[in-house]
């Protein structure tokens, strides 16, 4: 088995609205020896978002009165809970100054990934890119256009989790990349049947990338070298394959 | 930041209680270049568990009428069902075949973590370490009278979560590696407060290991270089730090 290697890009500059950003990251790899087929481009969605223009201005949003009560408890911006409620599909709880949110795309987390930490200005919150498989998509194809390499494109953000401390990088949005590695009912080396062996290969690599990665150093973007057997032709399901039911959720 | 690098050491023979499994990795470490300071030597638990004898016979083992009720609903083997059992605290879900429990350790996972897959023989389950945490400790103490080198120890085990299909390796023993890295209340890149960032160091460690590892190679251990910063010289609060109160949890 080939190592895995996670290597930091230097930083970027801030990215605006519009920008290019796979030319961003194509420009700042080819610094640090240039994307290959089968390499993994791992980037914290937060870039993303500014590029793609999901961010909000404060200063435009009129907070309902639902909006109003649960700041007053949470202890929040009324106009920052307006935000993180219009990208709330179901709120799953509201207590400790926290919302736990699943948003309109299925992701369950804190405050519906809404942030207001490394946005452009004090009056700006980033908001979670609105179609992360389609940006991981569009993104992978244009680097391919930029560099001519096969890539995988993994977007990803910071979630907490359940029954453990601390937060661990999830995939949000993938283009390229096996979401998963069944090896249910697969034998193992003695023969035996492997009965619940389901590699969430995508987290699994959105969780190498960010300990890669130092949390104030504006490096957003991490390659990701040794995993080009999960590296596909075809953009393939996304993360959105990630995403469990909560009807067969065992877990809850 | 440097990069992160997972190396799988070779396959390892099988291993048996009593085997002193920290010659067998630094030996094997030797081959791959050897052991330095700030090296976490990330370990798939099953090693540890078959070198300390957590192994149960099912031959010996007589099902109480819970364990055969509950074996009868799984379609499972009464005697495993009892094994399980006694391995748990607390029966969280019993459903499709899955037993989700809260271990005597206080991890949440799936059968308690007692697994028939890579076992010695058909007739033998391994659990998971009795004290993951000490398990961690004992091979740290034994790697550096071995090798001199003041590595971190990493004992994990793949587990299912909440929300998102797929399992992930997580942290359930650890010496010398921190487990959590604490940025709530730092100050981002623009001096803006990180009001949620608790990186879960151990597990994306952990994860990231799994994914350097092939499922079926016998490739229990794997070299992580690149995290040092995290290293430290007391053997530090283990992977018990990473467990969350119940009642703590906005997740549930």
């Given at each position: 088995m080939p190592a895995l290697r996670a290597q930091p890009l230097s930083p970027l500059p801030e990215v605006r609205p519009g920008e290019d950003l796979a030319a961003l990251i194509a420009a700042s790899a080819e610094e640090a020896g240039s994307l290959r087929d089968g390499t993994v481009v791992a980037i914290a969605h937060k870039v993303v978002s500014k590029a793609e223009g999901a961010l909000v201005a404060l200063a435009g949003v009129s907070p309902s009165p639902r909006a109003v009560e649960l700041a007053a408890e949470a202890g929040k911006d009324p106009r920052a809970v307006q935000v993180i409620l219009e990208e709330t599909?179901?709120?799953?709880r509201a207590e400790r100054g926290v919302l736990i949110c699943r948003t309109r795309h299925g992701f369950v987390c804190a405050n519906a990934g809404?942030?207001?930490?490394?946005?452009?200005?004090?009056d700006t919150l980033v908001l979670l890119p609105r179609d992360p498989d389609g940006s991981a998509r569009s993104l992978r194809a244009r680097l391919r256009e930029l560099t001519g390499a096969r890539v995988g494109v993994l977007i990803s953000d910071s979630f907490g989790r359940a029954w453990r401390h601390g937060q661990l990088d999830v995939a949000l949005g993938l283009a390229g990349l096996a979401p998963l590695e069944d090896w249910r009912g697969r034998e193992d080396s003695r023969g035996l049947v492997l009965s619940a062996t389901w590699l969430a290969v995508a987290d699994a690599a959105a969780a190498a990338a960010d300990l890669a990665?130092?949390?104030?150093?504006?490096?957003?973007v991490v390659l990701l070298e040794g995993l080009e057997r999960f590296v596909t032709e075809e953009d393939g399901p996304?993360?959105?394959?990630l995403l469990r039911a909560r009807e067969e959720d065992l877990f809850l």
């Open positions: 599909a179901e709120l799953l809404v942030d207001a930490s490394n946005a452009p200005d004090d990665r130092g949390k104030d150093s504006r490096q957003p996304g993360a959105a394959a």
